[in-house]
């Protein structure tokens, strides 16, 4: 079973973080974790603070290190054991840094709705879901307490196996409900949604074809279930002509909580890449999600 043994918490003091601070605190304690809240002061700001008020480094770096831990405190998450640490750089670079450091294998991320469209993610936790090489769970500002109803995304690769194991593990701990949702593209639906092209094409569906994937699907999350027999599963296969589409209409019409989905991680590149699937999902799911990096990235 898959679980998380370092989690690194990232807070910028924002209301949209105090829920991923609450769900990062309640997965530490359900998974007896580590836990690291850091902050990452801007260079400037840090210079200018120092020019203000006539303090060296390490002056500033306690005061916001007492900050931290007040907010810390009135985000009330009910854990003794939870670490804090104020960084100086570059908000990207020093929370990988602060991953690395502390052995991450979680990172949590408020979304902290952008303003370039519904339901987008904020700078910060966008790039560290493409680059991070550690799974990174982006929670939704109105996320409250434990996930209901899961969706895994399937495609029977390794990492989508992983992602299934994760999901399984956290419907498992919040007695949530799991879809593991696969969607079948026929040659048609793959010629046609070429390069974006998707015009309308005659209603019906390949029942074989729909059949045999059901039985795949089955048997793929079949062997990852047996050891969580108490989690309700639904495996869907639905035949549509976009996936991405397809994805969010079912988060949408199911009022899922959570989506889990593996990432297409490129190995021996200094960035991490991920698919265009996983990237409209996390930038327009309604719900909080959980992208999971593929096993060769860990390292």
């Known amino acids: 079973m898959k679980t998380f043994k370092n989690i690194v918490i990232g807070i910028d003091f ?30 400037f700001l840090a210079h200018e603070l120092k020019k203000a008020l006539s303090q ?10 007492e900050r931290l831990k007040k ?15 104020v960084r100086i750089g570059s908000a990207f670079a020093e929370i990988m840094e602060a991953c690395l450091a502390h052995q991450a294998d979680l990172l949590v991320m408020g979304a902290k709705g952008s303003k370039g469209g519904t339901n987008r993610i904020g700078t910060i936790a966008a790039r560290c879901v493409r680059k991070a090489a550690v799974d990174v769970l982006v929670i939704r500002e109105e996320a409250q307490g434990p996930f209901k109803h899961v969706v895994a995304c399937v ?28 969607v079948y593209q026929s040659a048609m639906a793959l010629s046609l949604d070429y390069g974006g092209y998707a015009p309308p094409i005659p ?39 976009n996936i991405r589409e397809t994805i ?12 889990v989905l593996g ?21 327009h799911a309604p719900c909080s999600i959980l992208a999971v990096k593929p096993d060769a990235l860990d390292s």
């Open 71 to 85: 907010f810390v405190a009135e985000t009330e998450v009910g854990t003794a054991d939870l670490r804090t640490e």
């Open 248 to 259: 969010l209409d079912h988060v949408n019409e199911s009022k899922a909580d959570l989506v």
């Open 56 to 65: 060296d480094e390490a002056a500033i770096r306690a005061d916001w290190e």
């Open 263 to 283: 990432t297409r991680g490129k190995t021996g590149l200094r960035e991490l890449l991920i698919g265009t699937t996983a990237e409209k999902i996390i930038q």
């Open 155 to 182: 495609d029977f690769s390794e990492n989508s196996a992983k992602a299934v194991q994760y999901a399984l593990h956290l419907a498992d701990q919040d007695k949530a409900d799991l879809d593991c949702l696969f």
């Open 203 to 241: 209603a019906g569906t390949d029942e074989e074809a729909v059949k045999v994937w059901q039985s795949d699907l089955d048997a793929f999350v079949g062997q990852l279930t047996r050891s969580v027999p108490a989690v309700t599963v639904r495996t869907l296969v639905k035949e549509r002509l």
């Open 14 to 43: 924002t209301p949209s973080c105090r829920n991923a601070l609450r769900e990062a605190a309640r997965r530490a304690s359900l998974d007896h974790s580590t836990i690291t809240a850091v902050h990452v002061m801007d260079d």
